[in-house]
């Protein structure tokens, strides 16, 4: 069974960065295609990058494109999402998940396996 465990949240001002980590285990990690959403109080959860898994296939929602870099070390079974230049309407709960189908979509549904989430709220 595929676990996913995301860290790195918390605290930053308006224009700070930080690296989000997804850590996998329960199967052999180069054989799942990967990504982030986020979910904002009284949102609905949204897609925010994904990355292939060889990791040389990127895609990130516009509103996050140029700031964030989502990367993966697949000797390391990690996923990673740089985010810069963050402002307060990047706050949200940002989740990792992982699919086995050769489709790397944009939906929720596209997905099969889910972390718990890691806060990051940004202030201003």
């Known amino acids: 069974q595929v676990q996913l465990v995301e860290s790195g949240g918390g605290l930053v001002q308006a224009g700070g960065s930080l690296t989000l980590s997804c850590a996998f285990s329960?199967?052999?990690?180069?054989?799942?295609?990967m990504a982030w959403f986020r979910q904002a109080p009284g949102k609905e959860r949204e897609f925010v990058a994904r990355?292939?898994?060889?990791?040389?296939?990127?895609d990130y929602a516009d509103s996050v494109k140029g700031r964030f870099t989502i990367s993966r070390d697949n000797a390391k079974n990690t996923m990673y999402l740089r985010a810069n230049n963050l402002n307060p309407e990047d706050t949200a709960v940002y989740y990792c998940a992982a699919t086995s189908s050769w489709t790397l979509g944009k939906s929720r549904s596209d997905y099969n396996y889910w972390g718990q989430g890691t806060q990051v709220t940004v202030s201003s």
């Open positions: 990355i292939g898994w060889l990791g040389g296939s990127t």
């Open positions: 329960g199967r052999t990690f180069g054989n799942y295609g």
